[in-house]
């Protein structure tokens, strides 16, 4: 039995031609809005530091991300977008797409600054990923579509629910989190009315709750076979609002996004997006033996892969939580495994990502006064820091002291990408019961011609160093690893 709502007690999903056309053009003009938005700053954020951009230099990278290449890989990538949204060609510019994006958004994600544009980038690569599988699957194997899609379910189900349970141990039920990034100047549009709100408000109480509550409900909703509607418009209602409220770029947008994967045929979803797109079944190419041969390797493949889902994230959960290591080839091939997948732990918009940011001010060598040069988002005539790439890169830039406080080389020489003499004021968000307070806590000059950073604390209400009392946060081993420093 089936409804408009719930879909039938079958383990496999189904999805609608429409819906699959649906999907693909939506992606489509998203990968496109996405470029066009990259295009002023691509030069920093896909280049290699040889040519001052964010990349960290080696002959691999160097060959790829430099000045003669470069135009090269946005002209391909401009067109694997067209070509998605016009329908044609449509397996290969998705096969392309994967590729550069699975390149700059989770084989970089260790290797720059730009930590591969974080969640953003992160979700780019996951659509782009589901994409590929669906249309290859409606072309070349139609039988392993309805397996592609319950893996494509189940991964993004369990992404939602580790971005839930990391919330919830990171001190949302506790009232810190959903409110310094709606305060933040650096993320939230609305800041200057919430700043004027108590962090005892209600509003604010209820909205922290509801980040944790509703992807852990959506998620478990999501893995039930009757309810996988239900949980997925409540991802697509939830971060509508969170679209309104935070700067993240078209983040929000491909999350929604991903909610059209649960749209069985004739539901409300799928009648919905009927009335936009018409669509025929995908023309079928007949099996020869090369053909058949891939095909069963792709369905080994998926079980594969769903099965080790859960396997993964228990052990990425156990590195963290339990801040404890495997025995080193086990626990090396867990983190070859979910690096190369792309499996993270999500811990976008918690405490220690959104409790600071920097003030950034231009400063000639022989001294004398400062300009600001960072002011966020597109109202303030920046547009460099009006892309939310280089909010993530400066965020990550300051997270290092927290992940890797006996590491602050580090720290030193991901600051000295940026080339000039530069002054970073580390302002931390401080909450009292009644206000929030934003205090200089930092300052970090910066002369990249000399490769000298120079730090002096200013307040030590707010720690550069140390997680926030409600975080689980440690020190991890290196970049790449959720494994401990010592365990």
Known sequence: MTSLIAS???LYPQLSAEAQAFLR???GVLLLAHLVLLLPHSRRFFMSERWKGYAQSSWDVDVIQNPAAHPVVMAI?????????MGRWTVLAALVNLLLCRYFFVHMRWKGVLRGMGAPGFMTYW????????EYAAHYSPEVRPLALLVLQVDFALIM??????KCTAGFPRNHGMEL?????EWGYWWRFYKNLSPNHFLIKTLNHLAWTTEVVAAVLMLIPPTRFIGALLIIFSFFFIGTHIRL???????????????????YGDQFVRLLVAAQPAATHTAGPFLTTINQALAIGLWTYLLLLPVAYFGIYYNFFARKRFPQPLQRLLEVYTNFFGIIMWRVFTIDLINFFPHIYHQSRAGGERTLISRYGWRAGSIRFSHVGESITLTCLF???????SNHGLFTQRLLRYDAVLVFEYIGIHKTETEFEFLTVAEYVVDSEAGKVTERMLNDQVSVYAAHDASPLHEGARPGSYAPLKG
């Open 25 to 27: 053009l939506a992606y």
């Open 399 to 405: 997270t290092t002291l927290k992940y890797y406080p």
């Open 77 to 85: 990538w401009f067109t694997c977008a067209i070509s998605l949204v």
């Open 161 to 166: 629910l580790s971005a839930g349970v990391y």
């Open 181 to 185: 990034g709606l305060v933040n100047p």
């Open 249 to 267: 770029a078209l983040l929000c947008h491909m999350v929604m996004l991903c909610g059209v994967l649960f749209f069985f045929p004739g539901s």
């Open 8 to 10: 039938a007690h079958t």
């Open 127 to 134: 659509l782009a990923a589901a994409i590929f599988l669906l």
